[in-house]
């Protein structure tokens, strides 16, 4: 999250976490979440741990720290290290500084079919029991004026162009300066001496999960996240959606579910965590839709000011521009990357033309060859997956009952020939 914060040093308070990593799985928790530079396919090695100190002070009304996982349609979800958080420069509480600190993985279950997954979110922030834009170039013009979504908008910097949380979207060979995607991100670099930048105060990593010349690649996605908002003592908060979502390989443009974080003031200045949930198992609520088309729409001009601010954010966050080459010139103008935004007709046209093919290889599954009816039987089941996936985003009771039984028929078969 885009700080409202004057000051550039924000250290998490003590974790009892420890560097865990699964080379077959990437980080699991509990962790420490290492900052790696991931491309599709690329080999993951070397990590490193954030710089976590011990804060100086007792700051947090609540110094429990949550630790839990829940799931979506696709994977699951862990919250590790969330966490209260305040100022920790500020002992004396003179801003009324108040936040969250997140680390944030997804696990992608074996059904996922993708060489790059990334992970955006949306958020929304009140204060003082209104609706709070931060007074930053292109934060208004992102953010959803009324309707589904009021107040909402993607999270990151004002001068990236990358919807990816931990990504300025300026990364790569200079050359693809204003026709980059999402699966040209690049995140962080192994090599870099976290140690060396304790300021740092958000990163993450890409993940993916997809089977190439007979062996599974797999990897987590992560965010880390220190939301924190001055002057918030009372009726204040951040709201946040956070997706994982798909950039290369067959799920490419697939969200994989999202989920609930943040944190709020009351009246009486209680200072409390917002409930880690799952809002949707597929594609994300329309509060993050609506997010999405707004960002769309919207580009960056990059005037001397907004260099300025590029250049020092480098210098708190190198990892993020580790891979960028140089800045843009003076005065381009670069639209945002764009998210794709899911059309329930289309998305109804294709699942029905998978339930016409998941019927005709029942039909001819007895005539197909027994070396071929394993890749059968997977087509079959991901397909089941496909389905149950599109239920998350209809109302139509009739059409839920309809899919549910197409459901039911393939399930009866896989496990009739899966014995």
């Given at each position: 999250m885009y700080q409202d914060h004057q000051k550039k040093q924000f250290i998490r308070a003590s974790s009892p976490f420890i560097a865990q990593q699964?080379?077959?799985?990437?980080?699991?928790?509990?962790?420490?979440?290492p900052v790696l530079r991931m491309k599709s396919g690329g080999d993951i090695s070397?990590?490193?741990?954030?710089?976590?100190?011990?804060?100086?002070?007792?700051?947090?009304?609540?110094?429990?720290?949550?630790l839990k996982k829940i799931t979506t349609s696709e994977g699951s979800w862990t919250a590790g290290g969330y966490e209260l958080?305040?100022?920790?420069?500020?002992?004396?509480?003179?801003?009324?500084?108040?936040?969250?600190?997140?680390?944030?993985?997804?696990?992608?279950?074996?059904?996922?079919?993708?060489?790059?997954?990334?992970?955006?979110q949306a958020v929304k922030t009140h204060k003082n029991n209104a609706p709070y834009i931060l007074p930053k170039p292109n934060i208004e013009n992102r953010t959803v004026k009324d309707g589904t979504?009021?107040?909402?908008r993607i999270d990151n910097d004002p001068y990236h162009i990358s919807p990816a949380y931990h990504s300025s979207g300026l990364e790569g060979p200079s050359e693809k300066e204003g026709s980059r995607t999402i699966a040209d991100?690049?995140?962080g670099h192994p090599k870099e001496e976290l140690g060396q930048n304790e300021g740092m105060v958000r990163s993450g990593f890409a993940g993916y999960n997809y089977i190439e010349g007979g062996r599974l690649n797999t990897h987590n996605a992560a965010l880390v996240d220190r939301p924190r908002l001055m002057n918030a003592k009372k009726n204040s908060g951040h709201t946040f959606e956070?997706?994982?979502?798909?950039?290369?390989?067959?799920?490419?443009?697939?969200?994989?579910?999202s989920v609930r974080w943040g944190w709020e003031t009351n009246n009486e200045g209680k200072h409390s965590l917002l409930d880690f949930e799952v809002i949707s198992r597929g594609t994300p609520s329309g509060n993050f839709i609506e997010s999405a088309k707004v960002w769309n729409e919207q580009s960056v001009k990059f005037t001397p000011e907004a260099l300025e601010s590029l250049d020092?954010?480098?210098?708190?966050?190198?990892?993020?521009?580790?891979?960028?080459?140089?800045?843009?010139?003076?005065?381009?103008?670069?639209?945002?990357i764009k998210l794709p935004i899911p059309s329930l007709k289309s998305k109804q046209k294709s699942i029905i033309e998978l339930i016409d093919l998941s019927e005709r290889l029942m039909v001819l599954f007895p005539k197909v060859q027994k070396s071929q009816r394993k890749e059968c039987l997977t087509m079959l089941s991901r397909i089941k997956t496909?389905?149950?996936?599109?239920?998350?985003?209809?109302?139509?009771?009739?059409?839920?009952?309809?899919?549910?039984?197409?459901?039911?028929?393939?399930?009866?078969?896989?496990i009739e020939h899966k014995k």
């Open positions: 699964n080379p077959s799985k990437g980080i699991s928790f509990p962790a420490v979440i070397n990590a490193h741990p954030l710089p976590y100190q011990k804060e100086p002070f007792q700051l947090h009304d609540d110094k429990a720290i949550q958080g305040r100022d920790s420069g500020d002992p004396l509480d003179l801003t009324g500084t108040r936040g969250a600190n997140m680390e944030l993985v997804f696990e992608p279950f074996k059904s996922v079919d993708a060489k790059q997954i990334i992970l955006t979504g009021a107040g909402y991100t690049t995140f956070t997706t994982a979502l798909a950039t290369e390989g067959k799920d490419a443009g697939t969200y994989y579910g020092e954010e480098r210098q708190i966050n190198p990892l993020i521009f580790n891979s960028v080459e140089k800045l843009p010139e003076e005065n381009t103008v670069l639209t945002n496909l389905i149950l996936r599109y239920l998350e985003t209809i109302k139509s009771l009739t059409d839920v009952i309809s899919f549910m039984v197409k459901v039911a028929k393939i399930n009866d078969f896989l």
